[in-house]
Structures are given as C-alpha cells and as structure tokens.
Nanobody, 117 residues
Framework: QVQLVESGGGLVQPGGSLKLSCAASRIIFSIYRMGWYRQDPGKQRELVAFITSGGSTNYADSVKGRFTISRDNAKNTVYLQMNSLKPEDTAVYYC???????????WGQGTQVTVSS
C-alpha cells in the first residue's frame, strides 16, 4: 500500500514561513509527478504546485514568488517551502503522487496550515 505522510503544518503569523514535507513509501518515487494541493472548508481542493519527475515545476498564480516546491529522490520526499504567508493560505495541505497528469494518483492525509495573528 502506497503511503504519503505529510508533516510541517502549524500555526504561523502573517508574513511568516513554514516548510511542509511529504515522505512517500512503496512507490518508485523518482518517476512520479509530486504535487501539493490545499482545501479550505466549503471550497474545492486546488492545486498549489507540482514538480515533475524531471524537476520541472508549476505553481498556482496565488503562490508564485512565495512558495517553492522541491524534491529529494534519495529520501523519497517532496517539500513545499512557504514564505510570506497570508491568511488566505490557511487550509489543509495535501500531498499527491501521480504517474500521469490526468490520474487521480495517491493522496496523503493532509496537514493543517493556519495563518493568523
């Protein structure tokens, strides 16, 4: 059974930073496109960023210039560095692994990020 385990969420003040991690097991990590999504209660889950197996990245317009996605294939881990956080970044953040863009893929359990003073 594939496992994706997120960590690093928490409460942070506006303007602060957090780094999320997602550790994958039981998959050939290096060949998967890894992504971070987020969902606020009552809203649809939205893509935050993804990184391909080749290292190409893509970001939602709302986080460009503030968030950075990266991966360490030796550690089977994908990261999301979040800087200049805003209250509207508050959500549950989910890690996703997929082979093809249109796949649903595998999902982690999510980690809560709350940006509030």
């Amino acid at each position: 059974q594939v496992q994706l385990v997120e960590s690093g969420g928490g409460l942070v003040q506006p303007g602060g930073s957090l780094k999320l991690s997602c550790a994958a097991s039981r998959i050939i990590f290096s060949i998967y496109r890894m992504g971070w999504y987020r969902q606020d209660p009552g809203k649809q889950r939205e893509l935050v960023a993804f990184i391909t197996s080749g290292g190409s990245t893509n970001y939602a317009d709302s986080v460009k210039g503030r968030f950075t996605i990266s991966r360490d294939n030796a550690k089977n881990t994908v990261y999301l560095q979040m800087n200049s956080l805003k209250p509207e970044d508050t959500a549950v953040y989910y890690c996703n692994a997929k082979r093809r863009p249109n796949d649903d893929g595998y999902w982690g359990q999510g980690t809560q990020v709350t940006v509030s003073s």
